[in-house]
């Protein structure tokens, strides 16, 4: 029972970050169970079903905040299906063996994409609500690519899709963020038909299942209302840096790094993590104050000082 309320507190402060940030659901609670030692297709799958109900909760939430743009939903959701049902179908063809380093490989890749997508290319400041105005044919090439990662890695269309609109796109980030949402009820139940029909439901935990679940629906009311609010490059970073550090014990082990020099690596990289995550927070704390500063109005004229 205490091993299911951690895993639906795991998930409702992975759909907390996911829903206000647009990503870090899937590729949190996907590293989750891959740490537990559950083979990649079943934890793939288990947290694909689990969105079924947190993403439809989320795109309802993000509806009713007013933060879905349909035009972006239409260009992306369908892509991004058939991308999750071709990455769940050559997931569940793998052999644990062969399916483990590749996952754990891709979701080391994602954080580090996240980290430095967010370090280089921070969301656009200023962005007037306007919708989109730009050329979307690359909506649809993003959203297959994204859908095929989020299946293959167990998550992965934030990851790709939110954060390249997020840096990239004319519209402003709560709109991105819900659009994206909105849109990853159809990735999912797409990827979940491709896993059912590969895997079926042997191995399946349903506990597991229903915990991330109500984990995630419970937190999507909340992350919707905090959707473009958060400041978004700390938590991009601070997310990008979990995911690395969660995945970057399976990935040494892949190398053949063992032992002393697997965990001196692994806390060497867990400090530089932390101290960017805090950096990054300090130059948004004093960036902050002096644009307050900077805003506020001077002395009156005439008045003399005392």
Known sequence: MTHLL???????????????????????????LLATGLAPALASASVNLAQLGTTLSSGASHWRAGNVDWPIVRRLALPGGIGGLLGATLLSSLSTDAARPVMAVLLLLLGVGVVLRFLTRPPLAGVRERPWTRSRRFLGPLGLVGGFVNATGGGGWGPVVTSTLLTTGPTTPRRVIGSVSASEFVVTVCASVGFLLGLGLSGLHLGTIVALMAGGV?????????????????????????????????????????????????????????????????????????????????????????
């Open 6 to 32: 951690l895993i639906a507190l795991a998930g409702f402060g992975a759909q907390l970050v996911d829903g206000s940030l647009g990503m870090g659901y899937g590729v949190t609670s996907a590293s989750l």
């Open 218 to 306: 419970l937190a999507a009311p909340v992350a919707a209302t905090l959707a473009g609010r958060l400041p978004a490059q700390v938590l991009g970073v601070a997310v990008g840096s979990m995911i690395l550090n969660l995945n970057l014990g399976p990935v040494l082990d892949v190398l053949g790094v063992l032992g002393t020099p697997s965990t001196v690596a692994r806390a060497v990289v867990l400090a530089a993590t932390v101290l960017l995550v805090v950096g990054v927070a300090a130059r948004r704390v004093v960036r902050t104050r002096r644009e307050a500063e900077a805003s506020r109005p001077g002395d009156p004229v005439g008045v003399a000082a005392p």
